[in-house]
């Protein structure tokens, strides 16, 4: 049975556990598939369980010793933000993003391929999308895909990429498994703690700093 509540006393916000964590949440901004602010996206901050919030902070003191820092898109998404996703897909006839986001894809492809689900795993509190950050160049790490872009070549394995940009993608993916977390298999930058602490609760709370003082 799976359960849903707006207690966040598990959580806490990413950026007190991990300082050096550079934030672009993408659903505050309206740079995101929709083109709007997704609902229950109240700051722009990356809030994690504990747990996930702990095994990140390993993450990044190994990438900083080898010149990268880690950069979050999302995190914890409320379920009224996957909600948001749900209406927007169903009722929602604006495909102004499509060229960005998803440009070879219908809307019924994005829920059938599993780009987008009914219930997120980013619900349950402890899984991350992210990426590299080069402290040399002062760019992104080149991982052949930007975020969120659906399509086969964000899969983690695809091939039609260069040698360079898969070999990025497998740097960030080792990284991840040495501590942790596990992959999603059409999303390079999709990360899951596999003991999360709460594998079958759904979160509502919003997105928000104030919220988590509570």
């Known amino acids: 049975m799976t359960d849903f509540t707006m207690n966040p006393g598990g959580f806490v916000l990413l950026a007190d556990y991990v300082p050096g964590i550079i934030q672009e949440i993408r659903y505050y901004s309206t740079y995101n598939f929709i083109g709007d602010r997704i609902d229950g996206y109240e700051d722009p901050c990356a809030i994690l369980t504990k747990q996930a919030a702990r095994a990140l902070k390993t993450v990044s003191n ?10 979050v898109f999302d995190a ?3 379920q009224t933000a996957v909600n948001n996703f749900m209406l927007w897909g169903i009722e929602d006839l604006d495909l102004r993003m499509k060229p960005f986001f998803y440009p070879d894809l219908d809307k019924p492809q994005l829920f059938e391929q599993g780009y987008i689900a009914k219930q997120s795993s980013h619900s349950r509190g402890s899984t991350v999308d992210l990426t590299l950050f080069d402290m040399k160049t002062g760019k992104e790490v080149d991982m052949g895909s930007p975020f969120d872009f659906f399509s086969e070549v964000s899969h983690p ?3 039609g ?3 360079e940009q898969y070999g990025n993608r497998m740097f960030l993916r080792h990284a991840m498994l040495r501590n942790g977390f596990l992959p999603m298999d059409c999303e390079w930058w999709h990360f899951t703690l596999a003991d999360e602490p709460y594998p079958d609760t759904y979160f509502r709370f919003p997105v928000s700093s104030d919220y988590l003082k509570r």
């Open 161 to 163: 990429i260069t040698k």
């Open 76 to 78: 914890y998404r409320p």
């Open 62 to 71: 190994e990438m900083n010793t080898q010149g990268y820092r880690l950069k």
């Open 157 to 159: 394995g695809y091939q």
